[in-house]
């Protein structure tokens, strides 16, 4: 791992090679510089930056958790490097995950030069909102246009059980922090879990509306060995009939480019989505890949198969060709979709979802 309490105040040596320098290149990328094999042109790229973080979610890890030494753990500089050439093949989306992203020492210095790009147009964070009390300003600052907080509940003991060690206080003042520092339309996400969280779907909408916040539900996804999913799986279309009972929701076409489906409710700005890979698969249109903190470009959430870059950056330092390559190549292996929901009890996917990212 390099030192990251000494970095350059410019762009790294090496690094102007993987940035789209023509005033053509920067303003926009020519159509389907990077396409898959069905067709689909990929455009939004989620990077994580870290395994570790400071919650133990019941659905995202073990209790006990086995992180990431640093060596095997990309540097920031390797970060700024791989999301480089994303951009520079057509990606305009780039989402900070983890892990929980502000856990990472000196992430900021990441952030910063991460906004600057030329080419990114949506730099865009998820976390679980427990430091952006200290850092909402600062990224505000540095370029970042939209965070997503994760949010599965407003009851603080029932909080404390469903991330093992979370304090609620800190999620809601980073919310508030969030505002204050005049970031707009942030949105919730909530794992909807039956028998757990599914009696406040209501209260957390209103919760939204109250704060001029987006939310989205998310079905649960069978990535790791944790058991008993079955039980506690809630489809989309049950939850949105449950809101109905007490919601006006209106179908909308807006899309914030990513998976979710949206519903507006009437008299507010707030939008309610839904994002479902159980019962509404949306993989005909997926337009994004994930890269985790070692490393490894998923190109599918839902599959084992994966690109190794961690290799590639050390064996080639600076070297833009090779790692433009790999990302290319890795396209091949896209897949058109995955099956959840013959997966729930037994998934393939054995990784964490924190080791994947967000």
């Not at 030494?69 to 989306?93: D, I, Y």
């Not at 944790?226 to 949105?240: L, V």
């Not at 009972?245 to 949206?262: C, D, K, M, N, V």
């Amino acid at each position: 791992m390099q030192n990251e309490t000494l970095r350059p105040e410019t762009t790294p040596n090496g690094l102007n090679d993987f940035i789209p320098t023509s005033d053509v290149a920067r303003r926009s990328h020519p159509a389907g510089t990077l396409v898959d094999k069905y067709g689909r042109r990929i455009t939004y790229v989620r990077l994580s930056i870290t395994d570790r973080c400071d919650f133990r979610c019941t659905y995202c890890m073990a209790e006990e958790m086995t992180f990431l030494p640093r060596h095997e753990v990309m540097s920031l500089e390797e970060c700024l490097q791989v999301a480089s050439v994303f951009v520079g093949l057509g990606v305009s989306k780039l989402r900070i995950t983890g892990g929980e992203p502000l856990v990472r020492k000196e992430a900021m210095w990441l952030i910063e030069r991460l906004g600057a790009l030329p080419g990114l147009d949506n730099l865009v964070i998820t976390t679980n909102g427990s430091q952006l009390d200290r850092f909402a300003p600062a990224l505000k600052s540095a370029g970042v246009r939209r965070i997503n907080i994760s949010l599965d509940t407003l009851k603080a003991d029932r909080f404390k059980a469903i991330t093992r060690i979370g304090d609620l206080s800190k999620v809601l003042n980073g919310i508030a922090a969030a505002g204050a520092a005049g970031f707009r339309r942030t949105k919730l996400n909530t794992v909807m879990m039956r028998g757990i969280n599914d009696d406040e779907f209501g209260d957390l909408v209103q919760f939204a509306l109250d704060h001029e916040l987006d939310i989205s539900f998310i079905e649960e996804m069978p990535l790791g060995e944790i058991h008993g999913r079955s039980n506690t799986y809630i489809s989309s279309e049950e939850t949105r009939e449950r809101l109905a009972s007490r919601f006006e929701l209106i179908p909308s076409t807006e899309s914030s480019g990513g998976p979710a489906r949206y519903w507006r409710i009437p008299g507010s700005e707030s939008r309610v989505g839904f994002i479902s890979p159980h019962s509404h698969n949306f993989c005909d249109s997926c337009n994004r890949v994930r890269i985790t903190a070692k490393g490894e470009l998923y190109p599918c959430l839902g599959q084992n198969d994966a690109m190794h870059l961690l290799p590639i950056l050390r064996e080639h330092p600076g070297e833009a060709a090779p790692l433009r390559q790999a990302i290319m190549d890795s396209m091949g292996i896209k897949p058109y979709g995955h099956d959840f929901t013959q997966q729930m009890e037994a998934p393939q996917v054995v990784r964490f979802m924190s080791m994947t990212g967000g």
